[in-house]
């Protein structure tokens, strides 16, 4: 096989920081698993759950993480991230994927959907709805979501909503309006600020799980790449893949602070050019 000639300088047999991440290889730090957990301890107790962090931090790969937690019997997951839709075509696009045949009026779509979560319920089946990029829901769809939250049998809803998205999403549940809503999410998460510890492990993790042996980047390119990404993964993840290249063409033993600076400044000249 021909590896990228990159790849090979640095001993890496695949692109270390490609997002075609395989489940059981998530990089999951004890601070990850304590949201993974509560994750699953709410969709387990049958309860409703936020999770909120700035882009690119790792949010839906924690769904990803949740999803192979839980038992496949006993819980059937959904996942929809098309959340910029109105309230009826939200309900439809639910049916759709929950496997319904979609219905004409919204009255009727929460209808099916509703006999299909008892049904669930009977075959002892625990619906998990889990609802990405939540921050571009329309208020008409949260103004009914708490309808859905409060299906309920003997006080134990029938179905779980998970809602993740940018931080905004804390602040718009929290309001006044939506109080009925917010009242019935009992997991609230936030993914706190990377620290540069973070960075640190996360970029090893990678840089490992593709199989180098030695660490291709400086400890202060490291900080430089934590300074200027906030630490944030989807950004690491292109900055540190362009380093790498970058220093594979200068012939150069490794990425260095100064190489990091000049990428850095690259990508910001090309975003002000947008
Ligand atoms: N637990 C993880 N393990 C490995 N890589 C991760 C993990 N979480 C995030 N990433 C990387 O960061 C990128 C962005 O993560 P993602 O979950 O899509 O962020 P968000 O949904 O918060 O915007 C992913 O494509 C992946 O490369
Ligand atoms: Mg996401």
Not at 65 to 73: F, G, I, N, V
Not at 173 to 197: E, F, Q, T, V
Request: proline residues 5%; neutral net charge.
């Amino acid at each position: 096989m021909n590896l990228p000639r990159w790849l090979e300088v640095f001993g890496l047999s695949e692109p270390p920081f490609s997002k075609d991440i395989a489940d059981d290889d998530l990089w999951m730090p004890s601070s990850k698993k304590l949201l993974v957990d509560e994750l699953v301890e709410a969709v387990q107790s049958h309860e409703h759950g936020l999770l909120v962090g700035e882009p690119g931090g790792g949010k839906t790969c924690a769904l990803r993480a949740l999803r192979c937690r839980l038992p496949e019997a006993g819980f059937r997951l959904t996942y929809c991230h098309n959340a910029t839709l109105g309230r009826r075509d939200f309900y439809r696009q639910l049916c759709v994927a929950l496997g319904l045949s979609p219905k004409a009026t919204a009255a009727a779509v929460f209808h099916t959907i509703s006999t299909h979560v008892e049904q669930l319920g009977r075959e002892a089946v625990h619906p998990v709805l889990l609802l990405d990029e939540a921050h571009l829901l329309r208020q008409d769809v949260l103004d009914h979501l708490h309808v859905l939250a409060n299906y309920q049998w003997d006080q134990q809803p029938l179905l779980s909503i998970i809602l993740v998205g940018l931080p905004e999403l804390w602040d718009s549940l929290s309001l006044r309006k939506n109080r009925s809503l917010w009242s019935r999410i009992h997991h609230r998460i936030a993914i706190p600020p990377p620290s540069l510890g973070d960075t640190n492990e996360y970029v090893d993790y990678r840089i490992r799980g593709a199989g180098a042996k030695t660490m291709p980047f400086t400890s202060d390119a490291l900080t430089t790449l934590h300074e200027a990404t906030g630490g944030q993964l989807r950004d690491i993840d292109r900055v540190a893949t362009k380093a790498l290249r970058a220093a594979s063409r200068r012939k150069l033993a490794k990425v260095d602070a100064e190489l990091l600076a000049g990428i850095l400044e690259a990508d910001q000249r090309a975003e002000a050019r947008g």
